[in-house]
């Protein structure tokens, strides 16, 4: 303890490699102290014993403070329940993150909860009213979950609504009678009955109006989860939260205001991923100890390289703490992983799953990344700015297709109701196909912007691309698809302000009527026909087209 008093909380958790306490924490004096990182830092002290990595606690926390109560030592227990009115803390709020039961896979939960939240908190930062009916809020949240949600679920408010209320976060104050299960279609009908109000529970929504660092934590806590190697800025828009802190200084209670509270660094891109994955490779799947000097190199390497602007970088990026948690995440991903899942996103699991598929490609790819840190150079953003603020981050210079990887087109086999149909990606080969023929054309393709198909930057300029299959020859419910999505996710991801061009295509032509709606739209159109690629007049004009047949060999 001594130690973190003359270090300070975050050095000291980097020094030993653990992460931030949730739920636990030693108490002596007044000052809070995270349980596991104490327990493990004090094996180094011991005579002839080394400090204790987290991976080599064989329980969580809670049986981390049970040891510490034996020793006789006052540990704090984590509030398993809100009652309104209760001093509810920020670390309690943490705690309810990891109570969610999302439906979906652990890995890849369904977001419909965390929206939900992320929208209250959003209302509660603005000093907006706590409860608000059903009608009220449906179409706002239904936008937000077609928007962000996840692509196989289906924007559906009326479930979080209802589920949130079975927990310690949300309450429907004047619903008449039981609240229904979240599930089935009699939820949508009580709802729309009863028109309940509904929103965070008093307790809740007191302490995130009272605690701008416990809202950011909370916030942040519910993006690590749900939201994992996404870019969380469109979202926080949408949301309108603005959390340019996280957390709280050395030693400060929690819940208080810190005057130099430090920014979340960025998410970790796709080469800063691959690199990491050749470490966790190389070393047989596992992580490293923070004090490896191959992860106080990778750290520095990563500092080094030119991804982030320097602006968007914040205290403590990529550490080798850090370094040592994302070798951890990754670690959980191989399919061959015994452990307890952690804190990984999607894309997490598709640079473990190439390097499990194409290891020599893969590692060839992380020497090229490395290469690109040899000498001096502008960021991307600097290099390659779009006139909006949306430009896909994360692509190291001279990697082009670095942004731009499509989901695979090949057919696979799926159980629908005790049958079994091969689907095929006919839509994804469409994306595939257009987005290599724009790179040859000039552009930088990005397939890494769900929920956009794809976009194009060029010259500065910047390009929303909507991809859409015709199917029996309905050329107009393709069209009127397009419009809506261009449409809407120009004005829920983009700044007023943004010069941002919409593009539909389509596997097939669409007719000169549609052209032309599209045009007065202004949406510039282009299709296949046959094997050569056609467009409208603003697409010929801004180079959109491709010229011949541009598909890939088979």
Known sequence: MGEFDRLGRDAFLARFGFGRARSYFVEVDGRQYDSKAIVGAAHGFVSGMNPLPAKD???????????????????SSPSRALQPGSNVNGVDLIELVDHLRPAGRPERPVRHQALLLLWAIGRAGRGLPRLVRWTEAQNELRSLLDVFGLPESAATPEYPFVALAHTEWWELPDADGEVPSAHGSGVLRWLNAVNPLGGLTAAVYDRLTSSHNNLAEVTLALLDRFFAGEQPDDLLSAVQIDIPVVGTGSGAAVGTAVPDAKKRPPLWTWNELVLACALTADNDWHELDVNDPRVIELSALLQSLPIHAESVRG????????????????????????????????????????????PDEMRSLAEQIRGQASGPGATIEQQNAPTTTQQPAGVVAGNVFAQFKPKSDTAYVAAIKAQVQTKNRHHERLVHEYGLAARALGFTPATNVHPRDLTLTRDRRHWLVEVKMIYRGNAVEAVRAVVGQLLQYRHFLYPPTGDVGLVAVFNEPIGDACVGFLEAQG?????????????????????LVPVGDSRPAV
Do not use: Q, Y
Not at 62 to 70: E, F, G, I, K, W
Not at 319 to 343: D, E, G, Q, Y
Not at 531 to 541: F, Q
């Open 315 to 358: 205290d403590g990026f990529r550490t080798a703490a850090s370094v040592r948690r994302k070798m951890a995440n990754l670690a959980h991903c191989h399919p061959n992983s015994t452990r307890r899942a952690s804190n990984r996103g999607a894309l997490d699991h598709e640079v473990v799953a190439a390097f499990v598929d194409r």
């Open 57 to 75: 606690f064989s329980g969580g926390e809670d049986t981390v403070a049970s040891h510490l109560r034996s020793l006789g030592f006052a540990v």
């Open 523 to 543: 949406i510039s159109s282009v299709w296949r026909h046959l094997d050569t690629w056609h467009g409208s007049l603003s697409a010929t004009r801004d180079g």
